[in-house]
């Protein structure tokens, strides 16, 4: 089997957590799949990190927040003014937990009087994992997490693709154009003379659906790992090394280490770091901590894109 041509890339646009430091921004991120940008989390100065990161602000379609603390949604308000004010018409849909949307609503109201597109609010249940999005090239899944209030992570799986049909084969079988649809679904071809021809024969290698999870906030779920299974890349909020595992503890969330072991559980392909603690002036720590236990580990930063 052969990876898709297709770009499926994340935008880092900030992984620190929740006191602003002169090293990191607060959580954002985008994801793009097929020409489609989506983000993940909105924190305080997301728009310039847009900017610095050279997205086209007319390209993004969706918001997806995990829950509501300020570092993961300060960002919103102001990215949705600006919009406005580059003259926006097209419709942004803001995904979230439902308490969001009184405040969104006001917000909206208080600050971007005569706005001219539509900002549609969809309320995510943060405890069921389903489908809250789907296109031709996507869905999207939330992913229960457990946090210090409502949270969920999201799962982007590309939709496979239609295997590419093997033309000299097409022609040397003389199969008609009529069969072609039913061929790239599956089907074998039977000659005049009766011999079968696998479909195998006739089309190339279906190209491998990608997938990417993003989990945080949370504390370590030891079962996460199977509602993430195989995932292609995995970033896990890793704010905590293990010498502060009562504090991860504390307040829900996870060491570099808890992550590791999510990614290695549920045989994902890559792990992404973040989420780190103000107190880390060197996040190598937490990945020589993760690396111990799941080797294909990084770290992320601001501006990285990592291709999956």
């Given at each position: 089997?052969?990876?898709?041509?297709?770009?499926?890339?994340?935008?880092?646009?900030?992984?620190?957590?929740?006191?602003?430091?002169?090293?990191?921004?607060?959580?954002?991120?985008?994801?793009?799949?097929?020409?489609?940008?989506?983000?993940?989390?909105?924190?305080?100065?997301?728009?310039?990190?847009?900017?610095?990161?050279?997205?086209?602000?007319?390209?993004?379609?969706?918001?997806?927040?995990?829950?509501?603390?300020?570092?993961?949604?300060?960002?919103?308000?102001?990215?949705?003014?600006?919009?406005?004010?580059?003259?926006?018409?097209?419709?942004?849909?803001?995904?979230?937990?439902?308490?969001?949307?009184?405040?969104?609503?006001?917000?909206?109201?208080?600050?971007?009087?005569?706005?001219?597109?539509?900002?549609?609010?969809?309320?995510?249940?943060?405890?069921?994992?389903?489908?809250?999005?789907?296109?031709?090239?996507?869905?999207?899944?939330?992913?229960?997490?457990?946090?210090?209030?409502?949270?969920?992570?999201?799962?982007?799986?590309?939709?496979?693709?239609?295997?590419?049909?093997?033309?000299?084969?097409?022609?040397?079988?003389?199969?008609?154009?009529?069969?072609?649809?039913?061929?790239?679904?599956?089907?074998?071809?039977?000659?005049?003379?009766?011999?079968?021809?696998?479909?195998?024969?006739?089309?190339?290698?279906?190209?491998?659906?990608?997938?990417?999870?993003?989990?945080?906030?949370?504390?370590?779920?030891?079962?996460?790992?199977?509602?993430?299974?195989?995932?292609?890349?995995?970033?896990?909020?890793?704010?905590?090394?293990?010498?502060?595992?009562?504090?991860?503890?504390?307040?829900?969330?996870?060491?570099?280490?808890?992550?590791?072991?999510?990614?290695?559980?549920?045989?994902?392909?890559?792990?992404?770091?973040?989420?780190?603690?103000?107190?880390?002036?060197?996040?190598?720590?937490?990945?020589?901590?993760?690396?111990?236990?799941?080797?294909?580990?990084?770290?992320?930063?601001e501006q990285l894109v990592f291709e999956l």
């Open positions: 089997m052969t990876y898709s041509l297709e770009p499926f890339r994340i935008h880092i646009l900030g992984c620190g957590s929740a006191l602003p430091t002169l090293h990191h921004h607060a959580s954002a991120q985008v994801v793009e799949l097929r020409g489609k940008q989506f983000m993940v989390d909105c924190g305080e100065g997301t728009q310039m990190q847009l900017r610095r990161s050279h997205i086209r602000f007319t390209k993004l379609s969706a918001v997806f927040i995990s829950h509501l603390h300020g570092d993961h949604c300060f960002g919103l308000i102001g990215m949705i003014s600006t919009f406005g004010l580059l003259g926006r018409t097209a419709k942004l849909d803001v995904y979230a937990p439902a308490e969001l949307e009184p405040m969104l609503r006001e917000q909206i109201r208080m600050f971007c009087r005569g706005l001219e597109y539509e900002v549609a609010f969809h309320a995510v249940d943060t405890t069921r994992q389903e489908i809250i999005y789907e296109d031709r090239s996507l869905t999207v899944e939330s992913v229960p997490l457990e946090h210090r209030m409502p949270c969920c992570g999201y799962l982007f799986r590309e939709k496979a693709t239609l295997p590419h049909i093997k033309r000299d084969m097409i022609d040397f079988y003389h199969i008609p154009v009529s069969q072609i649809n039913n061929i790239k679904v599956g089907a074998d071809w039977v000659t005049e003379e009766g011999e079968r021809i696998p479909n195998s024969r006739l089309v190339e290698q279906v190209d491998i659906p990608r997938s990417y999870a993003y989990c945080s906030d949370t504390r370590y779920i030891p079962t996460l790992h199977e509602r993430i299974k195989g995932v292609t890349a995995l970033y896990h909020e890793s704010t905590y090394a293990d010498d502060n595992l009562p504090m991860a503890e504390k307040y829900c969330h996870s060491t570099a280490r808890q992550a590791a072991m999510v990614a290695r559980d549920a045989k994902a392909g890559r792990l992404i770091l973040g989420h780190y603690s103000s107190r880390y002036e060197d996040e190598r720590v937490l990945l020589d901590e993760a690396q111990q236990v799941f080797e294909n580990t990084c770290l992320s930063d």
